[in-house]
Nanobody, 115 residues
Framework: QVYLVESGGGLVQAGGSLRLSCAVS????????MTWHRQVPGKQREFVAS???????NYTDAVKGRFTISRNNARNTVFLQMNSLQPEDTAVYYC?????????WGRGTQVTVSS
C-alpha cells in the first residue's frame, strides 16, 4: 500500500515562509519523481513543482524564485520550501507520485496566507 502524508501547513502572514513535508511509504521512493500540487475551493487542482529521481526540478511560473522543492531519499521525504508567501498562495497543498501507472495522493495540508 502506498501512503503519502503531508505536514507543515499553517497560517502565516504575507512575506513569511513555510516548509512542507511529505513522507512516503510503500514505494521505492528514490526512483520515483514527486510533485506538489495545490487546490482552492471551487478551482481545479494545479501543479506547483516537481522533482525527478535525479533531482531535476520544475516549477509553475507563479512560484518560480519563491518555492524550492527537494527530496531526501534516505528519509523517503519530499519537501517544499515556500518563501515570500502571498495571499494567492492560500490553498490545500498535496504531494503526488505515480507507481505502475496509478497516481497516489496524500490528504493535503492547508496553507493560509493572511494579508
Amino acid at each position: 500500500q502506498v501512503y503519502l502524508v503531508e505536514s507543515g501547513g499553517g497560517l502565516v502572514q504575507a512575506g513569511g515562509s513555510l516548509r512542507l513535508s511529505c513522507a512516503v511509504s510503500g514505494i521505492n521512493f528514490k526512483i520515483h519523481p514527486m510533485t506538489w500540487h495545490r487546490q482552492v475551493p471551487g478551482k481545479q487542482r494545479e501543479f506547483v513543482a516537481s522533482i525527478t529521481s535525479g533531482g531535476s526540478t520544475n516549477y509553475t511560473d507563479a512560484v518560480k524564485g519563491r518555492f524550492t522543492i527537494s527530496r531526501n531519499n534516505a528519509r523517503n521525504t519530499v519537501f517544499l520550501q515556500m518563501n515570500s508567501l502571498q495571499p494567492e498562495d492560500t490553498a490545500v497543498y498535496y504531494c503526488n507520485t505515480v507507481r505502475s501507472g496509478l497516481m497516489y495522493w496524500g490528504r493535503g495540508t492547508q496553507v493560509t496566507v493572511s494579508s
